[in-house]
T-cell receptor, first 114, second 112 residues
Framework: EAQVTQNPRYLITVTGKKLTVTCSQNMNHEYMSWYRQDPGLGLRQIYYSMNVEVTDKGDVPEGYKVSRKEKRNFPLILESPSPNQTSLYFC?????????????FGPGTRLTVT | SQKIEQNSEALNIQEGKTATLTCNYTNYSPAYLQWYRQDPGRGPVFLLLIRENEKEKRKERLKVTFDTTLKQSLFHITASQPADSATYLCALPGAGSYQLTFGKGTKLSVIP
């Protein structure tokens, strides 16, 4: 089954404690992206990657890091989480060949930073 | 960057009626526009894509229109059902990029 998986699904942590949210897709997609979703603000892009070792900032990259060492994986790293990073996070992927513009989203990771 | 407005935060309609959701954008006209459905606490799911040279696209009970002069897309659900209750997001690509910018969504409630 074609899917994007994220782990963990729920995470409660404390300010300053480094964490990683993993994202993996099994569709051989080149493009992967991270979004955060907050009430009243909608979905905002954090980082995206066009392929292995190619990443770029989205609209709200401050406080986040990403890496793309393998095509299927795109982890999101919070080196020193703060309460304003409490949010619902989504990973997404899409293929870049042809006219396939559809983005596939993961189930989401609900992060609470206290 | 592109600004997107989905005109209603929430829309309540009676079962069986047609729901119409609006997506307006400013700045440049995109090559295409997408609509997604999102259920509470879950990731968005792709529904339809319409290209700039298409006026209308249909998929079962869904219909999307795209007016590049008005810079507007309309999303219609005919014969609406309570199962159609969800938040609907429109999304547009950035100029010359693969990034998608999403509207804040319209929460549709279909009342039995």
């Amino acid at each position: 089954e074609a899917q994007v998986t994220q782990n963990p699904r729920y995470l409660i942590t404390v300010t300053g404690k480094k964490l990683t949210v993993t994202c993996s897709q099994n569709m051989n997609h080149e493009y992967m992206s991270w979004y955060r979703q907050d009430p009243g603000l909608g979905l905002r892009q954090i980082y995206y990657s066009m392929n292995v070792e190619v990443t770029d900032k989205g609209d709200v990259p401050e406080g986040y890091k990403v890496s793309r060492k393998e095509k299927r994986n795109f982890p999101l790293i919070l080196e020193s989480p703060s309460p304003n990073q409490t949010s619902l996070y989504f990973c997404a992927s899409r293929g870049l060949a042809g006219f396939s513009y559809e983005q596939y989203f993961g189930p989401g990771t609900r992060l609470t930073v206290t | 960057s592109q600004k997107i407005e989905q005109n209603s935060e929430a829309l309540n309609i009676q079962e069986g009626k047609t729901a119409t959701l609006t997506c307006n954008y400013t700045n440049y006209s995109p090559a295409y526009l997408q609509w997604y459905r999102q259920d509470p606490g879950r990731g968005p799911v792709f529904l339809l894509l319409i290209r700039e040279n298409e006026k209308e696209k249909r998929k079962e009970r869904l219909k999307v229109t795209f007016d590049t002069t008005l810079k507007q897309s309309l999303f219609h659900i005919t014969a609406s059902q309570p199962a159609d209750s969800a938040t609907y997001l429109c999304a547009l690509p950035g100029a010359g990029s693969y990034q998608l910018t999403f509207g804040k969504g319209t929460k549709l409630s279909v009342i039995p």
